[in-house]
């Protein structure tokens, strides 16, 4: 088990703020792209911050978009569709869509609009 499914994603989710801020984009559209790629609505995000929640249970409880599969591209060297684990891939898929974000690609084509 990789140590990252055992980590919470509300000590995460600064690094991500911090990430996509520093670039120019806000916590609102962080927010968004979390809650399109989860399912969650804001209260559920809230409380999975709140309690601590670990990647592992976080994403056993998302009802993921259904066209995840339109996430492609590099994540740390690894191309995020290769991914062979389904949770590590999810974790990417996130990573992946922070990193357009910050990398100042529009909402829509983040979104997969």
Same mark, same amino acid.
């Given at each position: 088990?990789?140590?990252?499914?055992?980590? !919470?994603?509300? !000590?995460?989710? =600064?690094?991500?703020?911090? %990430?996509?801020?520093? %670039? +120019? #984009?806000?916590?609102?559209?962080?927010? $968004?792209?979390? #809650?399109?790629? *989860?399912?969650? /609505?804001?209260?559920?995000? #809230?409380?999975?911050?709140? /309690? +601590? *929640?670990?990647?592992?249970?976080?994403?056993?409880?998302? $009802?993921? &978009? =259904? &066209?995840? !599969? !339109? @996430?492609?591209?590099?994540?740390?060297?690894? #191309?995020?569709?290769?991914?062979?684990? =389904?949770?590590?891939? %999810?974790?990417?898929?996130?990573?992946?869509?922070?990193?357009?974000?910050? %990398? +100042?690609? =529009?909402?829509?084509? @983040?979104?997969? +609009?």
């Amino acid at each position: 088990m990789h140590r990252i499914f055992t980590t !919470s994603f509300a !000590s995460v989710y =600064p690094l991500y703020i911090a %990430k996509v801020e520093r %670039k +120019g #984009r806000t916590v609102e559209e962080l927010d $968004q792209v979390i #809650r399109w790629l *989860t399912g969650f /609505d804001e209260a559920a995000l #809230r409380r999975h911050l709140a /309690d +601590g *929640t670990t990647f592992e249970e976080f994403f056993a409880e998302a $009802q993921l &978009n =259904p &066209n995840v !599969s !339109s @996430i492609t591209g590099v994540v740390c060297g690894v #191309r995020v569709e290769d991914v062979d684990d =389904p949770l590590m891939q %999810k974790i990417r898929y996130l990573d992946k869509l922070v990193d357009e974000l910050a %990398k +100042g690609r =529009p909402m829509d084509k @983040i979104l997969r +609009g």
